[in-house]
């Protein structure tokens, strides 16, 4: 997740670095430019990448920086403007440029705007996915009283460990949708299966854990709304040394590695058909002698602090 994070913040400071630029470069070819006013138009470039990638405020800062641009270079070098074979006055500049400027800004804001909208509407959708998704999970789970609102307590626990390591606003959103999906894979698993009381055989666990990838295909096939829960569904069950043997530790999704945390801590303090939930301090005891080879360690200290809170409200 701070990777994916890292990735979106580099992203951003190209695009804005980009944006300068491109602002930077035609300030300084409309010097060299004998065609000034039709030049111009090639400051929409800037403004309109600039809302694309930013939204209204992005493109509007960018308009005003290209607007203040040209009337620097008019007032730093008059003689590039007044100089051209053609009589231009600071009041027939003036002239010139308040429309060019006006649309300049409209673009802009129209752009991110736009921009913005798409935003807006992208979220909106996921979150029609996401409700969609949470009742079918319900249904699922009710089908068994004791795994009845796992996924939602899972997805709660887990949001709140993302947000005790300090994650971002986005990225504890997502490890939320991830928490609330990571089992949605046993659909396709047999409640014969899910609800056996005995112990599962060799062969039934292999089934069983077939339910993440299982899931993550479930996810996929909605397209791009919920793609990044997926690396998370995937990789949820992944042993923390496991995966430091098989990638240093540095591909299982941090995301997928606070739901194992949270998930084995409802499956300790919940009711089984084998056995009674224990007690929220017992399975923090449990959590901590996994740390380093079944949890990541710095996950379980996080869920250290959160899990405090939940012993204060169960005593």
């Not at 994916?4 to 913040?9: G, H, I, Q, R, V």
Request: hydrophobic share 45%.
């Amino acid at each position: 997740m701070p990777d994916d994070t890292a990735k979106k913040s580099r992203i951003t400071r190209l695009e804005l670095l980009l944006v300068i630029t491109i602002l930077l470069g035609l300030s300084i070819t409309i010097l060299f430019v004998p065609e000034k006013l039709g030049f111009l138009n090639f400051f929409y470039l800037p403004t309109l990448a600039a809302g694309y990638a930013m939204g209204r405020r992005g493109g509007v800062l960018t308009a005003f920086a290209s607007i203040l641009s040209v009337i620097l270079t008019a007032v730093l070098f008059p003689q590039k403007y007044l100089n051209m074979g053609v009589s231009y006055t600071p009041l027939t500049l003036t002239m010139n440029l308040l429309p060019w400027g006006g649309f300049l800004v409209l673009a802009g804001y129209t752009v991110g705007y736009l921009t913005e909208e798409k935003k807006r509407q992208y979220e909106a959708l996921r979150k029609a996915y996401i409700g969609v998704l949470e009742i079918l999970c319900k249904l699922m789970e009710s089908v068994d009283r004791y795994t009845e609102a796992h996924s939602v307590r899972v997805a709660n626990i887990a949001m709140d460990i993302a947000a005790a390591m300090g994650l971002g606003e986005e990225e504890v959103e997502n490890v939320r949708v991830a928490g609330l999906l990571h089992d949605i894979g046993k659909f396709e698993i047999t409640t014969d299966l899910l609800g056996k009381a005995a112990a599962l055989t060799a062969q039934e666990r292999e089934t069983m854990m077939t339910h993440t990838e299982k899931g993550a295909q479930i996810v996929l096939k909605m397209g791009d709304i919920l793609k990044e829960a997926v690396p998370l569904i995937l990789a949820h069950h992944d042993f923390y040394i496991k995966g430091m043997e098989r990638t240093q530790g540095r591909k299982i999704p941090l995301g997928a590695r606070i739901i194992a945390v949270a998930d084995a801590y409802d499956a300790i303090v919940s009711d089984r058909p084998y056995r009674k939930g224990r007690p929220p301090w017992v399975a923090l005891e449990e959590i901590r002698k996994g740390a380093g080879t079944q949890f990541d360690p710095k996950v379980v200290d996080a869920f250290e602090k959160v899990v405090a809170r939940y012993i204060v409200e169960e005593r």
